[in-house]
DNA sequence: GATGAATGAGTATTCATTCAT
DNA sequence: GATGAATGAATACTCATTCAT
């Protein structure tokens, strides 16, 4: 890596944290080079326009959540397991302060969007690969999986992702997973046990 | 209705089409004023804020489509059917110009982000109570209906009304829809026939 | 008083009371209006513009005060007791609000400069009155008495209604007042005991 | 002096003016930068708004008075010579148009009552050492010379520098100067040849 | 590599006032 | 006397981008 792209590096990370807490378009180029101590020109040397920048950044996303997800394929444990590893790194990894849902607020709908989108592009053939696995075992048995890996991926982020659920939520998800993989009742159960209970809603 | 009123309808309609047509972002109060040719005045007399107009533009969405939901329950139709026209009743009212995908620009996100909260969010009970209906008739066996519907509704958004699908992608819905729900395989099967295949993207 | 003139009185009073809180300049009609629960045709059937309406409340403040400064010159009470009534008169009728500082707050300074220059216009003439009362008994010894007067208003306005004073300011001000008019040492100490010292600054 | 200060010291100077000439509230940004023949983002890059380019070029004049007094202060002339003359710095340095009482016109109220807040502060200690020396020197006698001061600048300010004034407001002034300050009389009579006699009021 | 002064089109919003009913 | 819909000029401020040094 040169000289210059630490710096570059650097502008991302901050840009990425502050998008993430603020939103993209609530960010100004202003905002960003004085919290980096540069100027305006130093900006506009590494990166040639704002939106150029946010793709940089989402790719940074990206990169980070398709190599977590990379690794856990490669890890040595059974595939249901590797499936939720995958779809728990779609989530956004939580920087320092607790944001949590601001990704979701109006404002960072754009970027989240984008991100969504490119994930579940980037993601699917990873996860397509996973099931086949599946299905060789035997553990699982269908057809067109990059579609049904698709849906998978879809409901997890709307269920999980997006503001809070509730148990049955995750009963039905499970049920639906089994189901749309074409696997014996139970083999995905244990996810109930993973799930992390902070963001379940309270029962009332 | 009263005098003012009327005003405020046609207002609501230009900007509900100029809003779809270019983006909320990129609509501006000039061009809606000069569009409705009215004063600014005017404009600022009927809506607080261009932010609380778009509330009222979407609020108007979700009240047509919503509408047009209650009406397809109380059609003389098969269950399946009543589910299917329900889940087309997402699919935004197609105004005068070809508009299509700029719902899905960047620039319209935020408008899609809002109206899709908000449907999902009126149209579960609704779609549950036809689902209840379904598993009355001993067509369905499932628990937790509200929660499934709503995933029914996310996959459907997804699927069908982002973007472009395949042939597979249907496939896959049917067969989803019919284990989510616990419906005898085949029973969802006529929706193949009645996906418009205009949007269905070109097989390669 | 006629019909239309009751409601012209209300509205000046609420106007006063919005003027005093908020400032003229921050106060818009549209407010005024509302708080009045009129329309806007109502507002401009009683006053020609906002300004007029102005000036009208500050007759309104005027013609108080001066009522109240020519109440205290017809009381059987000492000279020197009448010339600190009037001073006082000055010090704007306190609202059921708590306002104190409000009219020396930026946005207040138009109102208050108004008021303050119109208010010494009509209480140089009563005062002077008074104090030709003290010269003839002997009390005062000067000439251009009206000029004298109008020093000892804006100095007595200067130092006590505006923000807050010391105890110095006022031993100062009493050694000035019997000066200015060439009264006996100790004729007007006797305003220590009256001031109000809830306005006096706190001794460091 | 940096490249960048210049052009906000002539922007500074052109909105002195322009306050001084029609009123901070009639002068718009727009007018500023078309007359300075700059962009709205130079203006806006060198001032965070208009309001907090009203206090600088509030300082700006406080600066520029309180040399003034000080280089009195420093002359060798004679106390009572050093007082009138820091009082006379009080007086708003004319600038080239010919503009007198528009500082005093409704619209200018607000910047005069910053400006004459801020002098009297500034001032009040520059005077008071100036007296101290005139005490020292067995010219005057009195104590609380700070409040003496205030009260002297506030007469002097309300009498000469708002609007007109008569031959015997000056008398008074004389009189009332010389008892605040416990010197003999006719010591500060020679104020009465100093006076610029343009700015009394004709004599009817 | 880096700086920071300059740009200018773009934007939402305010508000006193009018007038037909 | 009273209403309230309509007006439109005015206004402060934002912000991504450029470029000479």
């Given at each position: 890596?040169?000289k210059?792209?630490?710096?570059k590096?650097?502008?991302l990370?901050i840009?990425?944290?502050?998008?993430?807490?603020?939103?993209?378009?609530?960010t100004?180029?202003?905002?960003?080079?004085?919290?980096?101590q540069?100027?305006?020109g130093t900006?506009y040397y590494?990166?040639?326009?704002?939106e150029q920048m946010?793709e940089?950044?989402i790719?940074?996303?990206?990169?980070?959540?398709?190599?977590?997800?990379e690794?856990?394929i490669?890890?040595?444990i059974?595939?249901?397991q590797?499936i939720v590893?995958?779809?728990s790194?779609m989530?956004?990894?939580?920087t320092?302060?607790?944001?949590?849902?601001t990704?979701f607020?109006?404002?960072?709908?754009l970027?989240?969007?984008k991100?969504r989108?490119?994930?579940?592009?980037?993601?699917?053939p990873?996860l397509?690969?996973?099931?086949?696995e599946?299905?060789?075992?035997?553990?699982f048995?269908?057809d067109?999986?990059?579609?049904?890996v698709?849906?998978?991926l879809i409901?997890?982020?709307?269920?999980?992702?997006?503001?809070?659920?509730s148990?049955?939520?995750?009963?039905?998800?499970?049920?639906?997973t089994?189901?749309l993989l074409?696997?014996e009742?139970g083999t995905?159960?244990?996810?109930?046990?993973?799930?992390?209970?902070s963001?379940?809603?309270?029962?009332e």
């Amino acid at each position: 890596m040169k000289k210059g792209e630490k710096r570059k590096q650097e502008l991302l990370k901050i840009a990425y944290d502050m998008f993430l807490t603020r939103g993209y378009e609530n960010t100004s180029v202003d905002e960003i080079i004085e919290r980096a101590q540069i100027a305006k020109g130093t900006y506009y040397y590494h990166f040639q326009s704002k939106e150029q920048m946010l793709e940089e950044v989402i790719d940074m996303m990206i990169d980070s959540e398709t190599e977590m997800a990379e690794q856990i394929i490669r890890m040595d444990i059974t595939v249901p397991q590797k499936i939720v590893g995958i779809l728990s790194s779609m989530k956004p990894a939580e920087t320092e302060q607790p944001i949590k849902d601001t990704l979701f607020k109006p404002e960072n709908v754009l970027m989240h969007y984008k991100v969504r989108q490119k994930l579940i592009y980037t993601l699917t053939p990873l996860l397509s690969d996973v099931i086949k696995e599946g299905v060789n075992e035997g553990l699982f048995e269908c057809d067109n999986i990059p579609e049904r890996v698709k849906m998978l991926l879809i409901i997890s982020d709307a269920t999980f992702n997006e503001g809070t659920f509730s148990e049955q939520d995750i009963f039905v998800f499970i049920d639906m997973t089994e189901k749309l993989l074409g696997a014996e009742k139970g083999t995905m159960s244990f996810i109930y046990d993973l799930i992390d209970k902070s963001d379940m809603e309270a029962v009332e």
